[in-house]
């Protein structure tokens, strides 16, 4: 059974940045896509950045340029470095795994594996 936990949440002032991490238990099958979903409260959650095992990311318009996927497999942890943060980016941040995938949908039907969310303000 694969678990993810995810920590790295918390309030920062715009401009300012966060790494978001993401741990990883249990056989995750390869090849296997892994990404990071928000949620803003009120909002449908949406999927903002994926990577698959072979390394290649994908991101979301509204995060590109200013956020990074990667990956450690050695240490089976999966992150997201967010820069110049803006007050829109404030949401509940999940991880989430699919296994035998290779591709990089943004749809949360496409993922099986999801962790509890880490929650990031970014307030003045």
């Known amino acids: 059974q694969v678990q993810l936990v995810e920590s790295g949440g918390g309030s920062v002032q715009p401009g300012g940045s966060l790494r978001l991490a993401c741990a990883a238990s249990?056989?995750?099958?390869?090849?296997?896509?892994m990404g990071w979903f928000r949620q803003a409260p009120g909002k449908e959650r949406e999927g903002i950045a994926t990577?698959?095992?072979?390394?290649?990311?994908r991101y979301a318009d509204s995060v590109k340029g200013r956020f990074t996927i990667s990956k450690d497999n050695a240490k089976g942890l999966l992150y997201l470095q967010m820069n110049s943060l803006k007050p829109e980016d404030t949401a509940m941040y999940y991880c989430?795994?699919?296994?035998?995938?290779?591709?990089?949908?943004?749809?949360?039907?496409?993922?099986?594996?999801w962790g509890q969310g880490t929650q990031v303000t970014v307030s003045s």
């Open positions: 249990g056989y995750i099958s390869s090849p296997y896509t």
């Open positions: 990577i698959n095992s072979g390394g290649y990311p």
């Open positions: 989430a795994a699919e296994p035998m995938y290779s591709g990089s949908s943004f749809s949360v039907a496409r993922f099986r594996y």
